[in-house]
């Protein structure tokens, strides 16, 4: 389902949420948590985040060492003035020369790689689901054929699954584009309308604020502000503009499933996806259309703290190396892989993965990552996914569960659920996906607020968020912990989050209740603190320290 963020399921906004809306219907708008509610501490703030103010008190005096951290993710703003001078430099590397300096198979990747790049400067990331591509990679072997031919049951299973997912999805973009196009109309329209209402010009964008300030007694005006109104307090987002852009993203995404670019990829990365032959492919570029998720997510592992602009990251003294694999759709097993990989060889301790798909057909490739990763003492924190389901049941991809039956839990992987900001039946996001064997603990997720690019902000619903959330409280403990092991860093996230025994909320996609400890294996949400403290206390196992 590609990133995990900035969630825009049909249910959400939908015909009858804007078309009420513009029927004059007004809607009630629940509070707006303060936009560093992740950081806050329960009892002293009354907001669930992470405890971080009550964690920096505890390391006062105390000194640290820095930390790389990599970001396998849609891109980054290089440029981002809460991001550029946390970025990862490769001082083995002459900027801009087009020559391999340091030998490593990358050209001029001076902050990071981009595996969805081609020769020519260009990107490919608008991209079909892993669903898509499958049936039409398999359809013209199988399609006709009702049973397994001698010899490939193994493949016309995989089939027989390709098709199932490829239906599934292929109705669901269907019955979403429809609907979605008269309300993106809608939007439009009434987007203008408002902007004339209130002065602005046409290129200009306004906020949830700025329809406060209009008073209007014209019938189609005050319409047109019950409508982005409602979508504010739907999606929490900043702006119109911003709003727009996403929900144009999203449509390009529903209707690459319906209308697929399958050459995409040859035209302009030039490499096959189904070959991982150990040829160099990508480009050094990191910032295309699509780098606003990942720089959220790079923000809100060490956005540069306490500089007066911007949000505060959650650990002070990290490096963010950027590599953009992830498009607008699903990404490639292979580049996964490979962007693993290059982290561990570069350097990085803690990779942040916020994304993930329904079909994984190289996903022998990805365990060996993983299993390479581990091997070098490196942590992998992943978003669990937005699909509200039971990941043990319906497993999201990549995953710890490796096929070759080598381990179903590793020690140097931590799946993260996301949480709400106050304790209480919405506790655990609507969205988010949950398992008590593979989900291991929750963190904030929900109304998160990052910096985007172009010097923007953005406030965001998904796992996305919560996975970089715990991976900052990871860099921070191997900050002024550096002996400790990735497997030591898991269990110290884990520990930190106390079970919540007893807290009865609504189960995500569901309308019914259960005990926030059925949802994942820990039971609780992630605390810088409580984390910390318990580091405090271990002999730690990294070797060469």
């Known amino acids: ?57 505890h390391l006062a005096g105390k000194k640290s060492k820095q930390v790389v951290v990599a970001t396998i993710d849609s891109g980054i703003d290089t440029a981002q003035k809460d ?26 990747d001076i902050h990071g790689w981009d595996f969805l790049g081609g020769p020519d400067g260009k ?77 602005l010009k046409a290129d200009a964008s306004f906020t949830a604020k700025d329809l406060d300030k209009l008073k209007t007694t014209n019938d189609t005006v005050r319409r047109s502000k019950v409508v982005w109104a409602s979508i504010f307090e739907q999606s929490g987002g900043t702006d119109n503009a911003s709003l727009l852009k996403d929900w144009t993203e999203y449509m390009a995404k529903l209707n690459n499933d319906v209308n697929p670019d399958l050459d ?14 150990g040829k160099p492919y990508g480009n050094g570029i990191l910032k295309f259309a699509d780098a606003s998720h990942g720089t959220g997510v790079a923000g809100l592992i060490g956005a540069v703290r306490n500089n007066g602009y911007g949000i505060n990251g959650v650990a002070d003294n990290v490096r963010i190396m950027a590599i953009k694999a992830v ?28 994304f993930g798909k329904k079909l994984s057909p190289h996903k022998d490739w990805v365990d060996a990552a993983f299993k390479y990763a581990a091997s070098k003492d490196v942590l992998l924190v992943q978003a669990s996914g937005n699909d509200n389901q039971d990941v043990d049941a319906k497993p999201e991809f990549p995953n710890d569960m490796f096929e070759d039956g080598s381990a179903t839990d590793a020690d140097n992987v931590i799946s993260v659920g996301a949480s709400g900001p106050k304790l209480g039946e919405d506790l655990a ?10 989900v291991d603990v929750f963190a904030p997720g929900v109304k998160v607020t990052s910096v985007d690019t172009d ?9 996305s968020f919560a996975s970089p ?14 002996n400790l092991s990735a497997k030591q860093l898991k269990q110290v996230i884990l520990e930190s989050a106390t079970p919540l025994n007893g807290t009865m909320v609504n189960k995500p996609g569901e309308q019914v209740k259960v005990d926030f400890t059925t949802l994942s294996k820990t039971g609780g949400i992630v605390n810088a603190y409580k984390a910390l403290v318990i580091a405090s206390k271990l002999k730690g196992e990294r070797a060469g320290i």
């Open 1 to 57: 389902m590609h990133k995990f963020g900035k969630i825009f399921p049909g249910a959400l906004l939908c015909s009858a949420l804007l078309l009420s809306g513009f029927n004059g219907l007004a809607q009630t708008a629940a509070p707006e948590p303060p936009k560093a509610w992740h950081m806050m501490d329960l009892k002293t703030d009354g907001y669930y985040g992470i405890s971080l103010k009550q964690a920096y008190l």
């Open 83 to 108: 991001l550029a001078p946390i970025l990862w430099v490769n001082t083995k590397e002459i900027p801009g020369n087009g020559i391999d300096d340091d030998h490593n198979g990358y050209v001029d």
């Open 123 to 199: 990107c490919d990331f608008t991209e079909t689901t892993e669903e898509v591509r499958e049936y039409n990679r398999l359809k013209e072997k199988y399609g006709n054929v009702a049973s397994a031919p001698a010899g490939s049951e193994k493949e016309f299973a995989y089939w027989e699954k390709v098709k199932l997912t490829y239906e599934t999805t292929f109705k669901k973009s269907s019955e979403e584009l429809t609907q979605m196009q008269p309300n993106l109309n809608i939007l439009m329209a009434t987007s203008g309308y408002i902007k004339r209402a209130l002065g």
């Open 264 to 277: 995409a990829r040859k035209r302009i990365v030039g490499d096959d996806p189904n070959v991982q032959d």
């Open 327 to 354: 498009p607008n759709g699903d990404e490639y097993d292979k580049d996964i892989a490979n962007a693993i990989r290059y982290a561990v060889d570069n350097g990085a301790k803690i990779i942040n993965m916020s």
């Open 429 to 438: 996001g609507s969205f988010s996906n949950y398992g008590k064997k593979n």
């Open 455 to 463: 010097a923007e902000f953005n406030t965001a619903d998904g796992t």
């Open 469 to 482: 959330i715990t991976a900052g409280v990871a860099a921070l403990v191997l900050e002024y912990y550096p």
